[in-house]
């Protein structure tokens, strides 16, 4: 399984952005997916993660109704809408997949198999 994200790039504040990731060798169906995000010396930070079926949780809530997931199963590929962005939305963005993960540990890293390369985002003010 590979997961190929895209879509970053240099915005300005307040801007939208979707990130895509799309998977191949395999496939989201069954799969929990998650975005993550690190910015320069700074930890991989949970964004937001989708469990299968589809229960849904968001990180911080500094990023609760501005960053928002999806999927398109028939696509193989999930997406991260970012919406008013802010200059501390800067970091490299990751997907990640698990084949088996309980909700509250959506949010924790080293609950997921395969990574992304992931896709710089960057803000400016």
């Known amino acids: 399984v590979q997961l190929q994200a895209s879509g970053g790039g240099l915005v300005q504040a307040r801007d939208s952005l979707r990130l895509s990731c799309v998977v191949s060798g395999g496939s989201f169906r069954g799969y929990s997916v998650a975005w993550f995000r690190q910015a320069p010396g700074e930890e991989r930070e949970f964004v937001v993660g989708i469990r299968w079926p589809g229960s849904t949780a968001t990180g911080a809530d500094s990023l609760k109704g501005r960053f928002a997931i999806s999927r398109d199963i028939t696509k193989n590929t999930v997406y991260l809408q970012m919406s008013s962005l802010k200059p501390e939305d800067t970091a490299v963005y990751y997907c990640?997949?698990?084949?088996?993960?309980?909700?509250?540990?959506?949010?924790?890293?080293?609950?997921?198999?395969?990574w992304g390369q992931g896709t710089l985002v960057t803000v400016s003010s």
């Open positions: 990640a997949t698990a084949s088996r993960i309980i909700y509250s540990q959506l949010g924790v890293p080293s609950s997921y198999e395969h």
